[in-house]
């Protein structure tokens, strides 16, 4: 590969351990092309997100630091803005992600902040099949209707069932609805990341989305990317070559990157 780029990157303002420097620094040193930054935007009931102050701070920070190292690397400015946000920031990207979905009540529910928080939403919901459709619907209309750059972490719903505790994905309703979820994309500009951070290496299976969805959308042309929703700066390329290799033999020859201000089409040899 002729580059590396990360666009899904947490720090010190939200949940992640390093500070905007200390990231920009790690990926010189690995020879990253561009590094963006996407700070989990402000919700109100979500105290992993960024405060309104945080995220002034936040934008100023990349600002300061992008110019310092503009010689070394291409840093942007991005957020991860959850489906619940109200987002109003001049961007260099948006990464779109759902980490909570809704009661007719308007009670809000995470569905990865842990396990057990996971198993209260069930037990809330009273079944998986009803937590799983309000999670897809909740991707699905972020994606007609809020048009991010890039789709974040998009079947997250699998975050607890690697090893299938909760629900199989052969089933009919499941496999329709995530052919629901690859239709509005497809139907959209918007880039899906190839999400790393549940990768290892007992489970190279354990990315976003799942090896089935990442092979109809390469069979669709819809456009990918691979990000490594790095929460420090070590983490930055975690598992991201392993990945490309995989989709490699997946028969993907090329993925998105963002350089010199664009999304560009990278081979991936
Ligand atoms: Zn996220
Ligand atoms: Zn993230």
Known sequence: ????????????????????????????????????????????????SMSIENTIKYFEDIKKFKEIYKDKIQIYSGIEADYYSNINA????????????????????????????????????????????????????????????????????????FNKEYFTEEEDWYIEKINEVIEAIKNSNSIVEINTRKMNKDNLNAHYPSTYTIKKLLKLNIHITINTDAHSANALDYFYYEMAEKLKTLGCTKIKMLIDNSFKDISLN
Not at 2 to 20: A, M, P, Q, V
Not at 127 to 142: A, G, H, P, T
């Open 90 to 161: 001049n961007l260099d990207y948006r990464i779109g992600s759902v980490h909570f979905i809704k009661d007719d009540n308007n009670n809000y529910f995470p569905i990865d902040a842990s396990k057990q928080n996971f198993e209260n939403t069930l037990k809330h919901f009273g079944n998986i099949k009803e937590v799983i459709l309000r999670y897809y619907n909740n991707v699905i209309d972020m994606i007609n209707n809020q048009k991010p750059d890039i789709i974040g972490h998009l079947d997250l719903i699998r975050k607890y069932n």
């Open 1 to 48: 590969m002729k580059y590396i780029s990360n666009l899904h990157t947490h720090t010190t303002y939200c949940d992640g351990k390093n500070t905007i420097e200390e990231n920009i620094l790690y990926a010189i040193e690995k020879n990253f092309i561009s590094l963006g930054f996407s700070g989990h935007s402000y919700l109100q009931f979500d105290n992993s």
